[in-house]
């Protein structure tokens, strides 16, 4: 397989663009640094054979990233190749496919609201969405556009989206986000349809620290990745107070991340293979390296913790879902039957069975570990 994403993946995740912070003048916020200490775990990695399943899409070219399920069981996730918010059912096996309002084929983050809403995230059509299945209706939220000088002509200025990235919901139903291209994290008042904008640096910057990844904890906090400089951020909803927890070692590319019931955070590298488990109690990181069956690196993405605590990650390099097993400090591999499927999001059903995207072969798998 090769080592380089399909083109919708690269502009999303790894290039680098040159765009300003959007700000909201009625927001206060802190910012603070903290360098602290990390240790690493050496892993071995074995071989494991699940149950899998694998549903292919009706189109090539999907461009499927993140996906999301809901109470019924239902699969949701963009299709950046179509513009289309898709939905697959288990257990009818069909796919349902709609074309969101004034869409740009842009749906990156994606998740299913206590009411089995559908909220996400369009990129490139610059607004948050939220999609009413028994209604077949939408409400949309436009996000600010942001101006900068045109580096190719000083005298020109291009208009450029916020970008938003990935989101969460937290207990009051509000819905967070991250904008790649201005920095900042973003609020959603889903009740009064008001959004806050929180700036990551007190000086206008654009796509300097790329916000990726987002989630909130057991206590309300936000925390989220940052793509470019090693960092995981908390956002202190209550104060605006923004703190940043920076990762020793050589560059990180920090992509997904998610809280366990104990507070503990974790959070994918694509380009250094890490799985980081971050304690905020005893502010230290442990990183555990996903090791190369072959000679490819690991390349960890999606991530998804059970309700028992088990920790899995997709592997693209690799192939494969993998466990993280740290009472024998090792990684569990399951290959996936299609060959170079480029396993990216994940998540779990109510039966402990895995769903996640196959960006490489347009498919939906399925694992039973």
């Known amino acids: ?35 602290i200490s990390t240790s690493s775990q ?22 499927l990233m993140r996906p999301a399920i809901d109470h019924e069981g239902r699969l949701w996730f963009g299709e950046m190749g179509h513009n289309y918010l898709a939905t697959f059912d288990p257990r009818t096996h069909t796919f349902q496919q709609r074309i969101p309002p004034h869409g ?6 994606i998740t299913v609201a206590s009411d089995d809403t559908i909220w996400f995230a369009e990129q490139y ?58 920095d900042s994290i973003g ?21 300097r620290l790329d ?18 400089n090693d960092q995981i951020g908390r956002l202190d909803p209550s104060t605006g107070k923004i703190t940043f927890f920076t990762l020793p070692g050589p560059p990180t590319q920090l992509m997904e991340i998610t809280s366990d ?50 920790v899995w990650v997709t592997v693209s390099a690799e192939n494969s879902i993998a466990r993280l097993d740290v009472v024998h400090k090792q990684f569990i591999y399951y290959p996936i039957p299609t060959k170079d499927s480029l396993p990216l999001g994940v998540v779990m059903g109510t039966d402990h069975t895995l769903w996640f995207t196959e960006a490489g072969t347009d498919k939906i798998g399925m694992l039973q570990s």
């Open 1 to 35: 397989m090769s080592n380089v994403f399909p083109k919708y993946i690269c502009c999303l995740i790894l290039s680098v663009f040159i765009l300003v912070a959007c700000q909201d003048t009625n927001t206060s916020s802190t910012t603070s640094t903290l360098t």
């Open 42 to 63: 050496t892993l071995s990695a074995i071989t494991a054979t699940g149950y899998f399943q694998e549903y292919s899409l009706p189109q090539k070219n999907s461009g």
């Open 104 to 109: 740009l084929s842009g749906i990156m983050g």
């Open 125 to 182: 059509a610059n607004y948050i969405g939220h999609y009413f299945p028994i209604t077949n209706t939408y409400q949309t939220y436009s996000l600010p556009t942001l101006t900068i000088p045109d580096p190719s002509n000083t005298s020109k200025t291009l208009s450029l989206t916020s970008a938003p990235n990935d989101l969460a919901i937290d207990a009051s139903g509000n819905i967070w986000f991250t904008e790649l291209n201005a």
């Open 187 to 207: 609020k959603l008042d889903s009740h009064t349809g008001r959004i806050h904008i929180y700036p990551l640096s007190s000086t206008r910057s654009v796509q």
């Open 211 to 228: 916000p990726y990844g987002i989630t909130v904890d057991p206590q309300g906090m936000v925390w989220f990745t940052q793509a470019t």
């Open 261 to 310: 019931t104990h507070g503990s955070l974790w959070a994918t590298s694509f380009n250094t293979n890490l799985l980081v488990r971050f304690n905020p109690q005893t502010s230290t990181f442990t990183s555990y390296a996903a090791p190369a069956l072959g000679n490819r690196a690991g390349s960890i993405y999606g991530l998804i913790i059970s309700p028992e605590g088990e």
